[in-house]
């Protein structure tokens, strides 16, 4: 993975190239940018983590993205150039801000859901340790009660009915790679269960929690053999994946550019490392 300077650093270099350019060069005809949330007033729970986009920046990123491409559920149409969007994690800001600005015009998208979250139930770690730098002796059950983070069971419901789609993200937010394969199914499996009790899922849709950096390949042959999950999505970017269901996503807040920046440095990227031969993802 390239590190965060030299990203920044490139991102500026790219500004010189025309954005059309870039595409076309690339021969990418879909890209998959993806977020976790959406706020004014960035939460406790996620402002130690990453930067957290405004209502006014995640705006300006839909107005770049529908300028260049054309929004698309999945799976996309071959003809157009299109963006497939998604957010992770369900977060209770994906019912309150993002919904009602995609409804606004007319762009769809998956909510990956962790299924040991939904109601408030529990929390993901690493937002625990946010939470903590801020507030060290917090309960964080009493954060959950109080806050109220995550999407509710009728949220989703509602979601789903005004048209989005709904996906697993596991059960609890594990890294992969430090999991057995058996676990890894049973967190897949498990989160579908769940989510099928709430909403109906016609194909089943997996965004691996953190990457799917060292999963291993007869995990990718189990999960598609058996229909465990149609398709898989990771995060590495835009790059090609030797498994064709693995979709890999743009991580649009890792760098808190502006989509504009993030996405043209990432064609670049994957221009060069085309050219290479250093574009797919293999394991
Ligand atoms: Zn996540």
Redesign the pocket.
Known sequence: MINTLIFKILSLIITIFPTKFLIKLSGKKVIYPFY?IISNNPPVHIKHLYPVRSIKQFEKDLDFLQKYFTASDFPPENKKTAFVLSF??GLSEVYEIIAPILQKRNISAIFFINSAFVDNEDMFVNYVESIKKENPNIDYKEYLKSYKPYLTKEQIKELKEQGFTIGA?SIN?PLFSEINEEEQIKQIKDNFTFLQYIVTINQKYFAF??SDNGVKDTFFKTVYENKIADYTFGTAGIKDDIFERNIQRIPIEKYGLSAKRHIKTELLLYIVKRFFGKELVKR
């Open positions: 976790h992770d994690d993200h937010h929690p953190f």
